[in-house]
């Protein structure tokens, strides 16, 4: 039977991070897959950016203080822009496979997988960032 691999991710990660802390597990892993699809998500955008001048930032555009202290604003702001579709995609995903992700399924993971879907995500980011700054500097 062929598995889907966003599954596969899922299930590596609940193994992987149920080893290290079986109390909070679900949520570190929620958490985890989350900031990864959003730095994906940065990635993209700053490739698009650097490569067809498109904007990058959604709330750059328009001049919105979310609060007054200035860094608290700021992770507000990257909160909606780039957490908040991760976070309702998964768990719109996570509530649809409950069955699928269930910790007695998935405690033979060893986390590998995911820990290089977050190494990726990562790499992938400052390759972006490169190519922007280079494409800057043109």
Request: proline content about 2%; cysteine-free.
């Amino acid at each position: 039977m062929k598995k889907n691999i966003y599954l596969r991710l899922w299930q590596d990660a609940l193994g992987g991070i149920h080893k290290n802390n079986p109390k909070d597990y679900k949520w570190m892993a929620f958490i985890f897959i989350s900031m990864g699809n959003a730095l994906n998500i940065l990635s993209i955008l700053a490739l698009l950016n650097a490569l067809f001048k498109t904007p990058i930032l959604l709330f750059s555009h328009f001049d919105i203080s979310l609060f007054t202290n200035k860094s608290l604003d700021s992770l507000s702001k990257f909160f909606l822009e780039f957490m908040l579709l991760p976070i309702t995609i998964n768990f719109l995903y996570v509530n649809k496979n409950k069955q699928s992700l269930q910790i007695e399924t998935v405690i033979s993971s060893s986390g590998i997988i995911f820990a290089s879907y977050m190494i990726i995500s990562i790499i992938m980011l400052v390759v972006s960032m490169l190519i922007a700054y280079v494409k800057l500097l043109e």
